[in-house]
């Protein structure tokens, strides 16, 4: 059973910074592809960043040139780094992985979840 458990989480200003960290358990991290999504209260889920488990890297417009995934499966674990957030990146973050080592943006796709970090940027 693969374990999946977010942090880095909290209050952050308008154009500030934070690192989110997921650490994975009960699988060979590197062999997967990974990825972010996030959701807001009253919306659905949005994709953020996936990394697949050949190195390829994809982030969504909506967070283009502002966050950056990245992974170290030394330390099974995956990052995600906000840099200038604004109100609107303000969510709960979910990490996700499944048993394929490409991913897609289709949640569906994604076999295991952690509980999700919150994150609230203020104005």
């Known amino acids: 059973q693969v374990h999946l458990v977010e942090s880095g989480g909290g209050w952050v200003q308008t154009g500030g910074s934070l690192t989110l960290s997921c650490v994975a358990s009960?699988?060979?991290?590197?062999?997967?592809?990974m990825a972010w999504f996030r959701q807001a209260p009253g919306e659905e889920r949005e994709r953020v960043a996936r990394?697949?488990?050949?190195?390829?890297?994809t982030g969504a417009d909506s967070v283009s040139g502002r966050f950056r995934i990245s992974r170290d499966n030394a330390k099974n674990t995956l990052y995600l780094r906000l840099d200038r957030v604004k109100p609107e990146d303000s969510a709960m973050y979910y990490c996700a992985t499944t048993d394929f080592k490409r991913c897609n943006w289709s949640d569906g796709w994604y076999k295991y979840w952690g509980q999700g970090t919150q994150v609230t940027v203020s104005s």
């Open positions: 990394f697949d488990s050949d190195g390829t890297i």
């Open positions: 009960g699988s060979t991290f590197s062999r997967y592809c």
